[in-house]
């Protein structure tokens, strides 16, 4: 595709359902990053795949999420037992081989009732 | 210590004028200093960036200064125009592992006409 595509681009959610957000990178990107962006804050780090492996996942806030990347394109994103605080734009990244030049996608803003 | 510190967070600038924008971060393993820009709804794109290997780099109206000894740099928008109004994000990251982003809090800029 011509850009990092995300879906939903808006998901609203109840406290302690699951949830799960769609990333699809720049064809030909090895590298995919997730960060979160909270309401008049800068984007945070999650979790970076290298291919299907995840390579760092030391942003995950806790083992409620949990993120994956079966064939090393597409990557989902999965919230447990969401809660209100989990609100935020959750943004997705790809580059050309783990390079410093992330392209980001539109991203999810989630919200949990 | 990972953070970077982004001044100011919001600024109102006449069309026309110099818009500057300032980052300190304190982990001097950081040499990848991107500046990305934000509109609402949307991603951050990248928009210019600079290694500790120079002072400064221009791109047509957008100029980053960097000061290595005192950890900090700074965008400089010249000729201001409305179409500049967005949220604009230092980041920082490593050449070794992940290259992950650490942003700043964000500016957000609005030209005047």
């Known amino acids: 595709g011509a850009g990092v595509s995300q879906t939903p681009s808006n998901k609203v959610t109840e406290k302690g359902k699951y949830v799960e957000l769609r990333c699809d990178p720049i064809s030909g990107h090895t590298a995919l990053y997730w960060y979160r962006q909270s309401l008049g804050q800068g984007p945070e780090f999650l979790i970076y795949f290298q291919g299907t492996g995840a390579a760092d996942d030391s942003g995950l806030p806790n083992d409620r999420f949990f993120a994956v990347r079966p064939e090393g394109s597409v990557s989902t994103l999965k919230i447990q037992r969401t809660e209100r605080g989990d609100s935020a734009v959750y943004l997705c990244?790809?580059?050309?081989?783990?390079?410093?030049?992330?392209?980001f996608g539109a991203g999810t803003r989630l919200s949990v009732l | 210590q990972q953070q970077v510190k982004q001044s100011p967070q919001s600024l109102i600038v006449q069309k026309g004028g110099i818009s500057i924008i300032n980052c300190a971060y304190e982990n001097t393993a950081f040499d990848y200093f991107p500046w990305y820009q934000q509109f609402p709804g949307k991603g951050p794109a990248l928009l210019i960036a600079?290694?500790?290997?120079?002072s400064e780099k221009k791109e047509g109206r957008f100029t980053i200064s960097f000061n290595k000894s005192a950890k900090q740099f700074s965008l400089h928008i010249m000729d201001s125009q409305p179409g500049d109004s967005a949220t604009y994000f230092c980041a920082a990251s490593m050449r070794q592992g992940a290259q992950k982003l650490v942003f700043g809090q964000g500016t957000r800029l609005t030209i005047n006409p």
């Open positions: 990244a790809s580059s050309l081989r783990g390079g410093a030049i992330q392209y």
């Open positions: 600079i290694r500790p290997d120079v």
